[in-house]
């Protein structure tokens, strides 16, 4: 049975225009827009999809945010990965319950919480202590309290080694992740996934001749490209807007020697 909403949970305001708001509730909390405010009394205790009406009666409809939508409008330091690329990853990665992760390159945690999402045991390398503390904010903010033994960023560099073994996947997003194909080879079993999100075909054409002089093979690069549609009575057309290029994924799988 769904839960009411309740003080201190994160809720999505969506106006006419389909213009979305995330707002954390709070006893006594007001949500203020260009067209008055909101108090959150409106919403606490009541169920998802209720419609709330400002102080110069502008609707805003709660709901509780998707992984997508909360990671667009969460807090960020870090360009995040968009959610047309995320679910990609998590295929191509083929991420599971139990499956053994090193992630590179944390940023703001959009990556981290949806493989911890998919049941993956995640550890992050993350150079910055800001970036650190924000991914594991976040993820404990849509997820709730994550262990150690299923999340936990180390501030260090991948550049420099993998001290992980027998993982089932490394997967980065890094500027230069050639360089860390030779770790990779050491940390990951034969059979493991290594997948890199990168935003030119400069860095992707270096990525793959490494690979092409390691242990992996099945290597392939590909981009997502996500356009919708205008869709109203007979006028049924493409909109004039994606959200085209973002970046080129490349997936490999590690050979025995």
Do not use: C
Not at 77 to 83: L, S, T
Not at 153 to 163: L, P, T
Not at 169 to 197: N, Q
């Amino acid at each position: 049975m769904a839960k009411p909403f309740a003080a201190g949970e994160r809720v999505l305001l969506f106006d006419s225009k389909q213009r979305r708001y995330l707002v954390t509730l709070a006893d006594g909390g007001e949500f203020h827009t260009h067209a008055g405010f909101v108090r959150h009394e409106q919403l606490l205790g009541m169920p998802e999809g209720t419609v709330a009406r400002s102080t110069a009666g502008a609707r805003y409809t709660a709901v509780r945010p998707t992984l997508a939508e909360f990671v667009l409008k969460m807090p960020r330091g870090a360009q995040v990965i968009y959610p047309k690329d995320l679910g990609p990853i998590l295929m191509l990665a083929d991420i599971g319950p139990g499956v053994r992760v090193l992630e590179s390159g944390v940023g703001s945690g959009a990556l981290s919480m949806s493989l911890v999402r998919a049941g993956a045991d995640v550890v992050g390398y993350e150079l910055r202590e800001d970036f650190a503390a924000r991914a594991e904010a976040n993820v404990t903010s849509f997820l709730g309290a994550v262990g150690p033994e299923r999340y936990r960023v180390e501030i260090r560099d991948a550049y420099d080694g993998i001290d992980e073994t027998d993982l089932d996947r490394v997967v980065l997003d890094l500027p230069e992740p050639w360089r860390v194909v030779k770790p990779a080879e050491t940390a990951l079993h034969p059979g493991g996934i290594f997948v890199s999100y990168l935003p030119t075909i400069n860095q992707t054409a270096q990525l793959r001749a490494a690979l092409d002089d390691s242990r992996f093979a099945l290597v392939e690069t590909l981009e997502v490209l996500h356009r919708t549609w205008h869709i109203e009575g007979p006028s049924v057309r493409p909109d004039h807007r994606m959200v085209a290029h973002t970046g080129f994924l490349t997936h490999a799988r590690l050979l025995a020697d």
